[in-house]
């Protein structure tokens, strides 16, 4: 399980993802593969954006810096990514720059 606190302990796939996450601000990552407990990110998944009217529609200040303490929705995402080890997130929906719910394909027991 990820027991990383700050974004410059984790991987450097992680921290694309978290970075594509603030890009993105409101909207959903789809097909994202994850391999070994690690998000894949070449090839690029599908991003699907919302545009929200009479709003901050861009990315999240936080994307402009090399450094910051993990909110719980970030560290839930990655127990959740480790969990699956190998398989495909469907669907990873974000709000605010940060993971808010998610969807994955995994065998039937």
Do not use: W
Not at 2 to 14: D, F, I, R
Not at 24 to 53: S, T, Y
Not at 59 to 74: G, I, N, S
């Amino acid at each position: 399980m990820t027991q990383a606190s700050s974004k410059s302990n984790l991987t450097p796939a992680k921290q694309s993802l978290i970075g594509l996450m603030q890009r993105i601000n409101f909207g959903c990552i789809q097909g994202l593969v994850v391999r070994d407990g690690e998000p894949v990110l070449e090839p690029r998944p599908r991003v699907v954006r919302e545009v929200k009217f009479c709003s901050e529609n861009g990315p999240r200040p936080e994307a402009a810096k090399q450094d910051f303490t993990l909110k719980k929705e970030v560290r839930d995402l990655f127990a959740q990514i480790e969990a699956l080890g190998s398989g495909t997130i469907l669907s990873l929906e974000v709000k605010h720059g940060l993971p808010f719910k998610m969807s994955f394909e995994e065998d039937a027991a």
